[in-house]
């Protein structure tokens, strides 16, 4: 089993920046991939990024190329990532989630909710206008 805990959220301006952490804790794995989503009300979940810990891997949503990027402490299990120049339409929760085998290896993509076995609870971040 592996827990997940987020923590970084909040309420912020547009133009803001914010930084979530994800810290993993239990079993993991030499090839367990962190990721994350984010859900806004009436939407469905979306992936933003993902990292395979070990290797640094990443993929990225093309729709936050360039403002969310991640950095990843391989000793502390955790993923975090940054996001720069908020919006108001970034208003979501974001989601952790964890997976102990790449995506591919199961025949699915990295932005598949379904790929992941692990979640966290989540963190509500807010962008103000």
């Known amino acids: ?30 090839d367990y991939v962190m990721a994350w989503f984010r859900q806004a009300p009436g939407n469905e979940r979306e992936f933003v990024r993902g990292v395979q810990l070990n290797t640094g891997a990443t ?15 391989v000793a502390k299990k955790t993923l975090y990532l940054q996001i720069n120049s908020l919006k108001p339409e970034d208003t979501a929760v974001y989601y952790c989630a964890a997976v102990l085998v790449p995506p591919a290896q199961r025949g699915r993509t990295w932005n598949d909710p379904g790929a992941y076995d692990y979640w966290g609870q989540g963190t509500q971040v807010t962008v103000s206008s």
């Open 59 to 73: 993929y990225s949503a093309d729709s936050v190329k360039g403002r969310f990027t991640t950095r990843r402490d």
């Open 1 to 30: 089993q592996v827990q997940l805990l987020e923590s970084g959220g909040g309420v912020v301006q547009a133009g803001g920046s914010l930084r979530l952490s994800c810290a993993a804790s239990g079993r993991t794995s030499s």
